[in-house]
């Protein structure tokens, strides 16, 4: 016997249904009931095809609108990403400037430091020499003299009375005139 194949949509259930109420099998009450249900059967079929293309539609929206929220929040997540790229670009580069101001900090203290009257230039350089064996111990510009085998002042004063324990260089002189 063959059997009839299996309908797959409402529409074919129902047609299906309307094709078995019309069979002589059924009793009379067995067939109006049947006949009653099939209006009924049909508007819910309907409704549940109404809803869910309602429902397609709605989640189409909501697609729609997820799609454009993500492409949204991607943007501003590629806008944060540059933002704290050019963020951290800036910090390498200050933290460079800082590293380097650092340096020359430094490498100026180390100049000012006092240093041992031994490393002192003996060629006849003017330099800033700390004499604490001196009436008013302070700092002096003097200069070493190979000829008298001493440290001098500036203006060749002959003092044998400067002994400096340290020195310094000079500044440099002042790049514009006053």
Same mark, same amino acid.
């Given at each position: 016997?063959?059997?009839?194949?299996?309908?797959?949509?409402?529409?074919?259930?129902?047609? *299906? /249904? %309307? =094709?078995? !109420?019309?069979?002589?099998?059924?009793?009379? +009450?067995?067939?109006?009931?049947? &006949?009653?249900?099939? @209006?009924?059967?049909?508007?819910?079929?309907?409704?549940?095809?109404?809803?869910?293309?309602?429902?397609?539609?709605?989640?189409?929206?909501?697609?729609?609108?997820?799609?454009?929220?993500?492409?949204?929040?991607?943007?501003?997540?590629?806008?944060?990403?540059?933002?704290?790229?050019?963020?951290?670009?800036?910090?390498? *580069? /200050? %933290? =460079?400037? !800082?590293?380097?101001?650092?340096?020359?900090? +430094?490498?100026?203290?180390?100049? &000012?430091?006092?240093? @041992?009257?031994?490393?002192?230039?003996?060629?006849?350089?003017?330099?800033?020499?700390?004499?604490?064996?001196?009436?008013?111990?302070?700092?002096?510009?003097?200069?070493?003299?190979?000829?008298?085998?001493?440290?001098?002042?500036?203006?060749?004063?002959?003092?044998?009375?400067?002994?400096?324990?340290?020195?310094?260089?000079?500044?440099?002189?002042?790049?514009?005139?006053?």
């Amino acid at each position: 016997m063959n059997q009839p194949e299996k309908p797959k949509t409402a529409e074919e259930r129902i047609a *299906r /249904a %309307i =094709e078995l !109420a019309d069979d002589d099998c059924w009793t009379p +009450d067995e067939h109006s009931v049947v &006949r009653a249900l099939l @209006p009924a059967l049909a508007n819910d079929a309907k409704q549940a095809r109404e809803e869910t293309a309602k429902w397609r539609d709605e989640a189409k929206g909501f697609v729609w609108f997820l799609l454009c929220h993500l492409t949204e929040a991607k943007d501003f997540q590629a806008f944060a990403l540059k933002g704290i790229e050019e963020t951290a670009q800036e910090r390498d *580069r /200050a %933290i =460079e400037r !800082a590293e380097k101001a650092e340096q020359e900090r +430094d490498r100026l203290a180390a100049e &000012r430091e006092w240093r @041992p009257i031994e490393t002192a230039p003996k060629d006849g350089t003017p330099i800033l020499c700390w004499c604490p064996n001196i009436v008013t111990p302070g700092a002096r510009i003097l200069a070493y003299s190979e000829h008298y085998e001493c440290w001098m002042r500036a203006f060749n004063y002959i003092s044998s009375s400067y002994e400096p324990t340290r020195w310094q260089p000079l500044p440099a002189a002042p790049k514009e005139p006053m």
